[in-house]
């Protein structure tokens, strides 16, 4: 299968205002392209005669297409410009979603069935578009004159509004997107000392289209050291999970249709590298 794409894109910023005054609107778009799972397009059939069944790989996928468009205005700010704060908006045309299907009452001949069964394969399903709005913040407390202008915050939040087309024209949620999401990160840095304390968060989202299973919403708190010492060497401390988050996933857009509950724990690492010059 030979396929040819012509990926064009264009990113462009201008200053509002004198460049002293930090401003700037941004645009951008952009072509990009994303191919199949290997294992959606493997030419390999598993049969099984007992059902009249077979699962094969579908080597003629199209590739997964998106146009994207950017336009957002940002603001530096302080001394060096070492603050932002920024706001935009967004839009993704997408086509050729990649979707598992069982397709009944298929000719099983060319893989030594003389009869009909079922099919399962993948397939391209139908465009989506999703647009949204996104936020962040970020700045070192350089206003103070004692130990706070060591620290930092870091603060961002977005919104998407997204649906698709599946293969058999109804309309579904684009997997993987969560409606809202945000994040923020408090931390110092001094010397050879750089501390953060992160929040993800997320709402529920599709995790996988075939079985309509979703993923609850939940929040995850993790915390990062690192230490320089004798030039070269970084000692790192990484605690992620440490409230103890589950991940809960359900059925069907209904949390009353259990899947699974999976108790992740804390997880905590120690570290210790050396850069060779």
């Known amino acids: 299968v030979s396929q040819d794409h012509w990926l064009p894109s264009l990113n462009t910023r201008f200053s509002i205002g004198d460049l002293e005054d930090g401003r700037y609107i941004r645009f951008a778009v952009g072509r990009v392209l994303s191919r199949p799972n290997p294992q959606f397009i493997k030419p390999i059939a598993e049969l099984n005669d007992d059902l009249d069944e077979v699962e094969v790989g579908n080597p003629n996928l199209d590739p997964y297409l998106a146009w994207q468009y950017d336009l ?32 009944e009452n298929q000719d099983l001949s060319p893989w030594g069935v003389d009869d009909t069964g079922t099919i399962n ?51 579904a949620p ?25 929040y993800n968060y997320r709402d529920d989202y599709l995790f996988n289209q075939d079985d309509q299973k979703y993923i609850e919403g939940a929040g995850r708190l993790d915390f990062a050291l690192r230490f320089s010492f004798l030039e070269n060497f970084v000692a790192s401390l990484d605690v992620a999970n440490i409230t103890e988050e589950s ?31």
């Not at 410009?81 to 299907?101: A, C, H, Q, R, T």
């Not at 069907?252 to 120690?270: P, T």
């Open 72 to 103: 957002a205005y940002e603001y530096y700010f302080g001394d060096t410009g070492e603050g932002l704060f920024s706001i935009g908006v967004f839009y993704k045309d997408v086509e050729n979603f990649f979707e598992e299907v069982s397709l």
């Open 121 to 171: 394969t993948y397939v391209n399903g139908g465009a989506g578009e999703s647009i949204g709005i996104e936020a962040s913040y970020q700045t070192p407390f350089t206003m103070f004159d004692n130990f706070m202008r060591d620290f930092g915050i870091v603060l961002n939040y977005t919104y998407v509004d997204s649906e698709r087309t599946t293969f058999d024209g109804e309309k």
């Open 174 to 198: 684009m997997p993987g997107t969560s409606e809202h999401s945000a994040n923020a990160v408090f931390y110092y840095v001094k010397n050879a000392w750089d501390a953060r304390l992160v």
């Open 247 to 277: 991940e809960y996933s359900y059925y069907d857009d209904d949390l009353a249709r259990f899947h699974k509950l999976q108790l992740e724990g804390r997880r905590v690492a120690l570290g210790l590298s050396y850069t060779f010059q």
